[in-house]
């Protein structure tokens, strides 16, 4: 839904190089005061950042939601152009009062961090709303068919009845929410800006099952449906008014809720026709100015699709020679492209499709994060305090979720961290990588860097939730990498697995460059994906539809990764003995998300510190 694109909006960052442009601009001069120290200072900005972020979060209900907070408990996002323009507004005005009120001089290094990550957050907002048209609200890597069930399932609690009401509230709301978008797809379909053709079905796959059972259809009741009956029936309320509750719930879904996707579904389908092939970002108006502004937004450089696409290249050359020593470890004798096939043909290497195989899955991912929660004290001098479960996508949403993801958790722990895994098809899931997706999407990846960020005292609110995405996925691909370090995958197979999640994300370097910079086709992509990676074919048609909805989101991973690590190996060397990677951790996770410069000078502070 909306929540993630005002998120992303207001409370993201973009380019360090652009971070030291925007810090270097004229202001108004701050108005004379007594002299404070840094340590006053940092407090007066961070209390006034936090009512600023407060203010901004208020604009999106789901967002408050998503912080475990019941502020516009009864209404889902607003999805217009013009709400994003007041956001914005929002921030300039803010950004106008920081600069009125306070000066950097003043302030110690990480109260200066602060004042320059809140002014990139408001050149990030504008160049987004730039942007707002070229985004695809609806594709079959995020419906909002899908996400309007997951939201309320899995983050909207009901406590009382008022949160009961609160619910069904949303549940109407739906009609607004999707009347919304709807407008949204015909007017950028009327601007030449229409998703690839392979995103139709799928997408209206979603939607009908979600309104396939009770009480759109006999049988059994939906997944919505269900989640807000067990909810009600959980309450210690007379049952008469479980069964009021339950009632105007029915009727919010058979009306205004269903009205809603029969909305967006009709503009689906009206603009359908305009979609006349699968191409990139190039094909759209301004694509390649589009494309260049995710890039640097996606890495947080300026880099150029053409290094990145490079990158990928020179990275692969390196993991298939690694891959190589494994393939001769094991005696396996053929080329790298006969032992993939080996492994996603073998059943050897392969879960069962059926109950007992997918428990087996959970099973080894618990299993694996149970290791590194054992092993991290010597990694990490700072463990989160947030419970984190291994689940299963649930079932209206397999055949559109990807293969395995992070769904944050709050800080005051009311709702755990959940690494979600697709079992939709059990022949895409293979034992090889069971370990990793769980180091990068469970522990030590996604949970530790998320959770320890919302843990942190003494960091204003919107870094304790600030999202880069070179930084995110570069850690989460670095924790892949750290837990060979702490040498916890347990056999020549799971580090084979290893090096394919790398083999996986140098191959995005290449392909989505090459999809939206070079003008490769969908074929000429999961082509190359076959050839140098152990993904299974659906897998790698799932992986490369989503590179061409979301343009340069996949360079983000590997691009930050390789960042942490030359980071890791600079300390190392200046340090010698002085090393400890408990601290150098606590650097990088331990300040909340960074662009990749800025973390930079946070690990010479920490060099430069620990040399004296």
Known sequence: M??????????????????????????????????????????????????????????????????????????LDSNTEASDRAAVALADRQLAQMHARFRPARLSPQGQISYRLFETEVQRAHERLRWF????????????FGQVPVFLINQHRVDNVADAEAYVSRLRDVDRAMGEIAFNIRHQAQLGIVPPAFNFEPVRA?????????????????????????????????????????????????????????????????IEPRATG???????????????????????????????????LDQLTRIHREMQAIMDQVGFHGTLQDFFHHITTDPEFRYPDTEAGRQQFLSDARAAIARVMAAAPRYFRRLPRAPLEVRPVESFRTATAPVAFYNPGTADGSRPGIMYVNMGNMADVLK????????????????????????MEGLPLFRQHAFYGAYLEGWGLY??????????YTSPYQEFGRLAGEAWRATRLVTDTGIHAMHWTREQAMDFFRQNTLLSEGNIRREVERYFDDPGQATSYMIGQLRILELRERARQALGNRFDIRDFHGVVIENGALPLDVLGELVDRYIAEHRS
Do not use: C
């Open 2 to 75: 909306n929540a993630k694109l005002l998120l992303a909006a207001l409370l993201a960052a973009t380019a360090g190089a652009a971070i030291a442009q925007h810090g270097a601009s004229h202001r108004a001069p701050a108005p004379a005061r007594a002299a404070a120290t840094p340590a006053a200072e940092d407090a007066r900005l961070n209390a006034f950042l936090d009512e600023a972020f407060n203010a901004r979060a208020a604009l999106s209900p789901e967002y408050e939601t998503q912080l475990g907070r019941k502020i516009g408990y009864d209404r």
């Open 133 to 144: 048209w070229h985004r695809f609200p609806v594709t079959n890597n995020g419906s909002p």
């Open 206 to 270: 979603d939607a009908r099952r979600v309104l396939t059972g009770a009480p759109f259809t006999d049988g059994p009741p939906t997944a919505i449906f269900a989640d807000f009956q067990a909810k009600v029936n959980h309450l210690q309320i007379p049952d008469a008014e479980k069964q009021r509750l339950i009632g105007e719930a029915r009727a919010a879904l058979t009306g205004p809720f269903r009205h809603g996707y029969d909305t967006l579904l009709a503009a689906w389908s009206a």
């Open 278 to 312: 699968n191409q990139g970002a190039w094909s759209l108006p301004q694509g390649a100015a589009y494309y260049n502004a995710q890039l640097r937004q996606r890495t947080t450089t300026n880099l150029t699709a053409q290094q990145i696409h490079q990158i990928g």
């Open 432 to 455: 090889p990588g069971v370990e990793d997706v769980s180091f990068h999407e469970g522990a030590p990846g996604h949970h530790f860097q998320i959770s320890l960020a919302q843990e």
């Open 479 to 488: 924790a892949e990498r750290l837990a060979h370090d702490m040498g916890l």
